[in-house]
């Protein structure tokens, strides 16, 4: 059965709207554990447009189930993630015009510098995984690299809602790059895009540990509050 990782970025960048100190992403996390979270995911970018670095501080010191930290290839932002310590790291790329991730991590044709950073995190004793877009090419890429696990970008299959036969072709495209996953040995992972109506389908994909949720629980919450919206998102991924 798959894990249930609440990602509480969408908290801070509502916080930040105003560049106060309310809603606190701290006090979400806390509220996710409630709901039966199983990791708290964050993701502190270069340009810091939500997660601070207090945040990730203070959630390294109350956290407690899995905290994992999204980040770039940044020399700096790793540095940051080896002092702090974050049971998971998971490599994203990063654009600075992006509103969110908008696909998976090229490893093809940056395949060193993805190793080194790799190398340095599990060097700090951090679980490290890989964002990749559910093509053959960057899973086969992944091997070697000495990443333990390999997250598929469901973007596509989350943006294909509605079109029956399309969102049924990205599905297919999911599993069998699950299979691939699982056939290099590394531990399956899953998000973006997800939500209460599209979720079910990748949670009951053969060998998938691990989803990674947060736009769609964060503005349920708006509505039933975080705690609700967690219990009732962590339901229907079991």
């Known amino acids: 059965m798959a894990e249930l990782g609440v990602n509480i970025d ?32 964050l993701h502190l970018r270069e340009d810091r447009r939500h997660i601070q670095d207090r945040d990730l501080r203070v959630l390294r010191e109350t956290v407690t189930v899995k905290l ?11 540095t940051i993630a080896c002092q702090t310590r974050p049971d998971q790291a998971t490599l994203v790329p990063e ?22 950073t790799i190398k340095r995190l599990r060097d700090a004793g951090i679980i490290v995984s890989l964002f990749l877009d559910p093509e053959e ?21 989350a943006e294909a809602t509605g079109e029956e036969g399309k969102q049924a072709l990205e599905l297919a495209k999911l599993r069998r ?20 109506r599209n979720v079910r389908p990748v949670a009951a994909i053969a060998g998938i540990s691990e989803l990674n949720i947060g736009h769609s629980i964060v503005a349920r919450a708006i509505m039933v509050g975080f705690e609700q919206a967690v219990r009732e998102m962590k339901k229907l991924v079991e």
């Open 137 to 157: 090419k960057q899973i086969a890429a992944a091997a070697g690299l000495g990443a333990q696990a390999i997250e598929l970008h469901t973007g596509a299959y």
């Open 177 to 196: 790059a699950a299979q691939q996953v699982l056939d290099l040995g590394l531990t399956l992972h899953a998000g973006h895009g997800l939500t209460y």
């Open 10 to 41: 969408h908290v801070a960048t509502v916080r930040q709207a105003r560049r106060t100190n309310e809603p606190d992403p701290v006090w979400a996390a806390t509220l996710a554990q409630l709901g039966g979270a199983d990791g708290i995911t």
């Open 68 to 78: 994992n930290l999204e980040l770039a290839c940044n020399p700096d932002i790793v």
């Open 95 to 116: 654009k600075r015009q992006e509103l969110t991730t908008e696909g998976g991590l090229e490893i093809v044709t940056h395949r060193q510098r993805v190793a080194d």
